[in-house]
């Protein structure tokens, strides 16, 4: 079975930094093609998606909103993800949500339709 658990969100002040991991079980590392991401949702607002890999080779993807303060990178061995989040500013407050799908050969990892999600873990940037 595919699970995930996130960790890692937290307060920080704007300009800081916070590192999000999402554990998963080895079932859903155990065989190559598999797309992971991670999405925040803020109260009245849609859910979004913010960053991507795939993990059976890393490609990475990245919002307009978080691309060069944010950076996704996985642990194969750990079975573990990460989200590097710098430079971090008060409208990426929300809860943050990994999920994980399956891979298909020449769609990117942000077109996916995501159907394994974590409970999530919160961020609040404060000004």
């Known amino acids: 079975q595919v699970q995930l658990v996130e960790s890692g969100g937290g307060s920080v002040q704007a300009g800081g930094s916070l590192r999000l991991s999402c554990a998963a079980s080895a079932y859903t590392y155990r065989y190559r093609g598999r797309c992971m991401g991670w999405f925040r949702q803020a109260p009245g607002k849609e859910r979004e998606g913010v960053a991507y890999?795939?993990?059976?080779?890393?490609?990475?993807y990245y919002s307009d909103s978080v691309k060069g303060r944010f950076a996704i990178s996985q642990d194969n061995a750990k079975n573990t993800m990460y989200l590097q989040m710098n430079s971090l500013k008060p409208e990426d407050t929300a809860m943050y949500y990994c999920?994980?799908?399956?891979?298909?050969?020449?769609?990117?990892?942000?077109?996916?339709?995501?159907?394994?999600w974590g409970q999530g873990t919160q961020v609040t940037v404060s000004s």
């Open positions: 999920a994980a799908a399956p891979r298909y050969l020449g769609v990117s990892c942000s077109d996916v339709e995501y159907n394994y």
């Open positions: 890999i795939s993990t059976d080779g890393g490609t990475t």
